[in-house]
């Protein structure tokens, strides 16, 4: 009586033997083992699992592409070609100078090939070479060896999945068979989960041989530390809170996910506080040398003994942790208030703006638009500034500042153009091209700008919206400067501006007409230009020395002067743009004696004014010397002189 066929697949796979009366016929490529399942030769593999056996007459043996899957064994100089049931290792021995030929040509030496000793790594000080070294060193070695290690692991423990370790080496691995059937293969080492989806990872990769492997490293994590990460800018104390683990599929590509893998560690330090951020990174490798990157990896949850994250990709993996930066409370006071007071300002400035129909014109416009703009970046940053967790809602508030900002900006140096724009025109005689200027780009210049800024600096780098203590722009890799660059280039324009303003101001306005001077005293106009110009981002050219890393007390003072110029930024306005007007104070005190009841009173005024206006048009007017090339000076209408002065007048207040 024939007995069972001796358990010669993995015991964690499960397979439903045949009954001995069932004769199973073998396919292609492979050999029979007994009547009830058969061995793909090697070189190959089932098609329905992945491994050698075949148990039912679907499966056929598909042929395994040992380059594609890094199970090669060529030297580092042959080029792989794979061919059905095997590779060959192409090379010109002894000759790395028509080594070139080899990638042309199927040139099969033996001296192409690695030989066992070659392929495993020294397990014996496997990693002194990283204790030893530098820290360029280590930056430059560490990603090889982690890849040379995860192959080694994976190649080993293929063809008996399970779950082993390595004192040598100080890892402990677990290997499960992955196919694109499955969906979701759960691995555990060293009280370390990962949980992928199998069907992802090998869609991209058909003929790759099917498993999947989880390393635990015990102490790499003394070498690979907190140091390596230099993205944590405003960061206290970053250390590593996990062991090191690596995910691999067998393949020497970092493999990309279109789902996500699933990683919880466990903590290696007890006990966490509310100022401690744990941030979920992996080993990047770089020309410039290797370092642990949030790229592709996103902080789940955690709890005090385990942490969850989720990747986009296979690599070696850790947790950080980090301490937030010390909060000043005395910077917090001045911040919060100040922004509350500036905001107020701002709120009564755009009141001021819409209600006062005696000042509105393209100046007042530009002031309103400038005033929405900051007064909701001043709200925002108020009630979203450290609001980081979720992370896409952190971004979603840094995407919105860099715009608001940015359009803040916009309108500032709008207001540079046009008063520029306003003094040239009067020192001409010719105040046409204003009216102009408005319709055609003040608002597609003022909002339309920014907004295809922040458009390119999303679509190059989203993940830079938003930091670990801050809903902000980051600073690593020059992602600032997109916001930085145009407030440089807006400040110096507006700087050139009111240079030539200032100039035109002392030197040649006085000379169009005498009026000017006796209407609106120079100092004032000075003052106001100056005023401006403050408006226009002194507090923000303090800003460009907080990007590069300073000294504690410097980088202290500095962000003392930077927070309590911009947070007087919608003070200034207020003050220079409605208390110093003359005109919005006479509407201010028609507001108050309205709310008194002396109605009659105010109405008398304004009929006294009115005539007082209408006389004042209807007298004759000095003529005006015209300012044009070697022409003498000729009489111009009374009234354009007039409306010339008060329409400077006007913009002024």
Known sequence: MPTDPPCLVPCNEHFVLFPTAFYLSCPANAIRQNSTFCVCQD?????????????????????????????????????????????????????????????????????????????????????????????????????????????????????????????????????????????????????????????????????ARSAVALIAYRSLGDILNGSFFLEGKGLREVTLKSQIMSGTIGLERRVQLSE?????????????????????????????????????????SSNDSYTTCKCFHLS?????????????????????????????????AALTFLLCKAIQNTSTSLHLQLSLCLSLAHLLFLTGITRTEPQWLCSVIAGLLHYLYLAAFTWMFLEGLHLFFTVRNLKVANYSSTGRFKKRFLYPVGYGVPAMTVAVSAAVGYQNYGTYTHCWLKYDKGFIWGFMGPVAVIILINLSFYFQILWILRTR???LNKEVSTIQDTRVMTFKAIAQLFILGCSWGVGFFMVE?????????????????????????????????????????????????????????????????????????????????????????????????????????
């Open 43 to 207: 070189g190959f593999q089932s098609s329905k699992t992945g491994g050698k056996y075949i148990f039912s007459h679907e499966e056929q043996c598909e042929d395994v592409d040992e380059c594609e899957t890094g199970l090669a064994r060529c030297k580092d100089r042959a080029y792989c070609r794979n061919r059905i049931g095997g590779y060959h290792c192409s090379c010109v021995p002894n000759s790395h100078l028509f080594n070139w030929v080899a990638g042309i040509f199927t040139l099969d030496y033996s001296q192409c090939y690695e030989t066992p000793s070659e392929a495993t790594p020294p397990l014996k000080d496997y990693w002194d070479e990283l204790r030893a070294g530098s820290r360029e060193d280590v930056r430059r070695a560490a990603a090889q060896k982690l890849q040379q290690l995860e192959l080694f692991v994976w190649n080993t423990s293929f063809a008996s999945p399970g779950k082993g370790s390595n004192t040598q080496l100080g890892i402990v691995y677990e290997t499960k068979r992955c196919s694109k059937k499955q969906k979701k293969t759960f691995l555990e080492a060293g009280n370390n989960t990962m949980d992928i989806d199998c069907a992802d990872a090998y869609g991209t990769f058909p003929k």
């Open 260 to 300: 996500p893998v699933f990683l919880t560690f466990q903590h290696t330090q007890p006990g966490d506080n509310k100022e401690t951020k744990h941030i979920c990174v992996y080993w990047a490798e770089a020309e410039q040398g290797g370092s642990w990157s949030t790229q592709g990896c996103s902080y789940v």
């Open 316 to 348: 070696s993996f850790a947790v950080l942790v980090a301490l937030s930066p010390k909060e000043d409370p005395v910077l917090d006071v001045i911040t919060s208030v100040g922004l509350g007071l500036s905001l107020l300002c701002l709120l009564l």
């Open 509 to 511: 306005l006085a000379s």
């Open 549 to 653: 890393e300073v000294g504690e007390t410097i980088g202290l003072a500095l962000a003392y002067l930077f927070t309590i110029i911009n947070v007087l930024q919608g003070v200034v306005l207020f003050i220079v743009h409605c208390l110093l007007n003359h005109q919005v104070r006479t509407e201010f005190r028609r507001w108050v004696r309205r709310l008194r009841g002396d109605a009659g009173q105010d109405s008398t005024e304004g009929s006294r004014s009115t005539t007082q206006t209408q006389t004042r048009t209807e007298e004759p007017a000095k003529p005006a010397e015209r300012i044009q090339r070697g022409e003498p000076a000729s009489v111009e209408p009374q009234y354009q002189t007039h409306i010339i002065t008060v329409s400077w007048n006007r913009t002024l207040q």
